[in-house]
């Protein structure tokens, strides 16, 4: 097994120290199939299987079958190694052309109008984009009545900073239907505004959200 190995030498612990690209193919491999065989290591059958399969280029396209055909090799690890073979591909092969692009506070209000001009409660959600001003994630920071106090800056930026976001829209419904900005609307919008300055993610606009019909708080000058 891994633990048989020095501490240091373990691809586990070189994984935890310097990151995962420090680790070979087949200590990589060796981390998923984790246990060897009682003539082999575990760094041992995953090199052979590399070898079997001649490197990574046909090993991705190995079946379970084929894999299983491996002595040393069970159902139990040949899953995981292809869950995350499937799991790489997957990956490579996202493609964020599609995301939703916003270029205009009438984009944005497209974007969240169906969902947001019915709801009984105020919903204060941030949308987070990237610098082409696509939409990477929604999220909806917190419901009930806006209140400076409560729309804390922390909250809306920390989904910013864990995905890098360029820019943030902040938007809120106002459940009367009559979007027109109130006092604490332009106080959060402006305390907001200088919280990104600061951390260096622009506040692109504050939307309210009426009954079909919006109003941007940068168009009305408070941004």
Same mark, same amino acid.
Do not use: W
């Given at each position: 097994?891994? +633990?048989?190995?020095?501490?240091?030498?373990?691809?586990?612990? +070189? !994984?935890? %120290?310097?990151?995962? #690209?420090?680790?070979?193919?087949?200590?990589?491999?060796?981390?998923?199939?984790?246990?060897?065989?009682?003539? #082999?290591?575990?760094?041992?059958? $995953?090199?052979?299987?590399?070898? #079997?399969? #001649?490197?990574?280029?046909?090993?991705?396209?190995?079946?379970?079958?084929?894999?299983?055909?491996?002595?040393?090799?069970?159902? $139990?690890?040949?899953?995981? *190694?292809?869950? $995350?073979?499937?799991?790489?591909? +997957?990956?490579?092969?996202?493609?964020?052309?599609?995301?939703?692009?916003?270029?205009?506070?009438?984009?944005?209000?497209?974007?969240?109008?169906?969902?947001?001009?019915?709801?009984?409660?105020? %919903?204060?959600?941030?949308?987070?984009?990237?610098?082409?001003?696509?939409?990477? &994630?929604?999220?909806?920071? !917190?419901?009930?009545?806006?209140?400076?106090?409560?729309? %804390?800056?922390?909250? *809306? !930026?920390? =989904?910013?900073?864990?995905?890098? $976001?360029?820019?943030?829209? &902040?938007? %809120?419904?106002?459940?009367?239907?009559?979007?027109?900005?109130? +006092?604490?609307?332009?106080?959060?919008?402006?305390?907001?505004?200088? &919280?990104?300055?600061?951390?260096?993610?622009?506040?692109?606009?504050?939307?309210?959200?009426?009954?079909?019909?919006? &109003?941007?708080?940068? =168009?009305?000058?408070?941004?």
């Amino acid at each position: 097994m891994i +633990r048989d190995f020095p501490k240091d030498e373990r691809p586990r612990e +070189r !994984f935890i %120290h310097s990151g995962p #690209e420090s680790l070979s193919n087949h200590e990589l491999l060796a981390l998923l199939l984790r246990t060897g065989t009682k003539e #082999e290591s575990v760094l041992q059958l $995953a090199n052979r299987l590399l070898t #079997e399969f #001649e490197g990574l280029r046909l090993l991705k396209d190995a079946t379970l079958d084929e894999m299983t055909a491996i002595k040393g090799i069970g159902s $139990a690890k040949a899953i995981l *190694v292809l869950a $995350a073979l499937e799991l790489g591909r +997957r990956v490579s092969n996202l493609n964020y052309d599609d995301r939703y692009v916003i270029r205009s506070p009438e984009d944005g209000a497209k974007y969240v109008m169906n969902d947001m001009r019915f709801l009984t409660q105020e %919903h204060f959600v941030t949308l987070y984009l990237n610098t082409k001003n696509q939409v990477m &994630c929604k999220k909806t920071v !917190f419901i009930g009545s806006l209140n400076a106090s409560i729309v %804390h800056p922390r909250e *809306v !930026f920390k =989904e910013a900073l864990r995905r890098s $976001a360029a820019s943030i829209i &902040c938007i %809120h419904n106002h459940p009367s239907g009559d979007p027109a900005p109130s +006092r604490e609307d332009i106080d959060v919008t402006r305390r907001l505004n200088e &919280c990104g300055k600061i951390l260096g993610i622009d506040l692109l606009d504050h939307l309210i959200i009426g009954e079909n019909k919006f &109003c941007s708080l940068k =168009e009305k000058g408070y941004l």
